[in-house]
């Protein structure tokens, strides 16, 4: 009797609280390299690095490179070029079920893009004919904001997988505003002012410290007055099981 | 049982944004010709009038017509030529011919990925006979793509 009254207390000063690893994880986007093997008009190359500062909140740190073209009837288009992203990460998981392993949140980043682009033709047809013409190189920054929302885990030891839907508005374009880029490296479709992405991470972590974390007791239900009056001699026989349920 | 949910989730939901991120490659559903857009107005009452009839082409094109008889058009679209800095369009209103010249710079436009580029224009006082034209205004000088009219014209 006594051992049962133990381990029942031991398991509830379990459940008050979780052990949250914090990690260093620095990782690769992998959908550009593969995307690059069966379109070589788009080679994007992305890598983060990212640390926890407590069990919600981390602080992302991303930069690329992408060698962009575009060709259809009546133009040919080029832009390459390096971004960086920076900003606070939010894993909206409770403790419990995030247990440093899972990642469900949202992320508000920063972005900064360095831009070149050139329309090397582009052909024009009306009422009088044809007329060709070209855009000399092109270079510039581009400031935006993105917002995005996925899911990472754990699937090996230190090893993690995971998507993003990124949702980008452009805050500034830097370019021309009659002739913008059509692809911002970093932002994507120059042509909207609000863009979508998505990308697939793999990462792996470093542990760099332990925090014991308290978890939220769910709050029970209390049950309504009518309810209590006319249950309430149900509720004195079968005992505290009964309430809420 | 909580720690099987995520990667339920992550299962799930990564099949489906891997099928929901197949793209093709969008159509062209812009306009992308700049035309000067004229409003015909009746001189002697100054309202919106459509004429009867209209011819229009280039000058240097007679064998190719931008409207060849066309009825009741109240509102007409002028092509420029975006390799020159002007050119001249007759337009014959109701069986009468008049020339309207336009004098313009240039400058290109994206107009979408799908779309490309356009030109678009910036023109000065067009010049004009007077068969039947009375009066050319110019109402808005940038020419573009958009819908909105540009000048117009009192016969």
């Known amino acids: 009797m006594l051992y049962i009254q133990a381990a029942g207390q031991d398991a509830e000063q379990k459940a008050d609280s979780v052990v949250i690893p914090l990690r260093i994880s620095a990782g690769l986007e992998i959908s550009g390299p593969v995307i690059y093997f069966t379109d070589k008009s788009t080679l994007n190359l992305e890598g983060f690095v990212s640390g926890d500062i407590n069990e919600k909140m981390s602080v992302f740190l991303g930069t690329g490179y992408s060698d962009f073209s575009y060709s259809q009837y009546n133009y040919n288009f080029t832009a390459k070029g390096i971004y960086f992203r920076v900003g606070p990460d939010f894993n909206l998981l409770r403790p419990e079920m995030a247990v440093g392993k899972y990642w469900a949140g949202l992320g508000i980043h920063y972005g900064l893009s360095n831009f070149s682009y050139e329309t090397s033709s582009y052909r024009h047809d009306n009422y009088w004919g044809s007329v060709t013409s070209s855009l000399p190189g092109q270079s510039g920054w581009a400031h935006y904001l993105e917002v995005s929302g996925g899911f990472k885990a ?80 149900e509720t004195q026989s079968v005992g505290r099981q009964g309430i809420g349920r | 049982m909580m720690r099987k949910i995520p990667k339920y989730i992550l299962i799930v939901a990564t099949t489906v944004i891997f099928l929901l991120s197949s793209c093709s490659p969008g159509s062209c559903f812009e306009e992308t010709n700049a035309y000067v857009k004229a409003k015909f107005f009746l001189t002697s009452t100054s309202k919106a009038a459509a004429p009867d009839s209209i011819t229009l082409y280039g000058v240097g094109r007679e064998n190719s017509y931008v409207y060849l008889k066309a009825l009741k058009v109240s509102q007409a679209l002028m092509p420029l030529d975006a390799s020159a800095e002007n050119c001249s369009l007759v337009l014959k209103i109701n069986g009468v011919n008049d020339t309207i010249s336009f004098t313009y710079s240039t400058y290109s436009k994206l107009i979408s990925k799908e779309c490309g580029y356009a030109f678009y224009h910036s023109i000065e006082t067009p010049e004009y006979t007077k068969h039947i034209i009375d009066t050319v205004i110019v109402v808005k000088s940038t020419i573009t793509t958009l819908s909105e009219q540009n000048i117009s014209i009192y016969y």
């Open chain 1, 154 to 233: 754990e699937l090996f030891r230190n090893f993690n997988i995971g998507w993003l839907i990124n949702v980008r508005k452009m805050v500034y374009s830097g370019a021309d505003k009659n002739l913008p880029p059509i692809y911002y490296p970093g932002y994507g479709n120059g042509g909207k002012t609000i863009s979508f992405g998505l990308n697939y991470y793999i990462s792996w972590s470093i542990p760099y410290k332990k925090i014991k974390v308290k978890i939220k007791p769910e709050p029970v239900e209390e049950p309504e007055e009518d309810e209590e009056t006319q249950n309430q001699d």
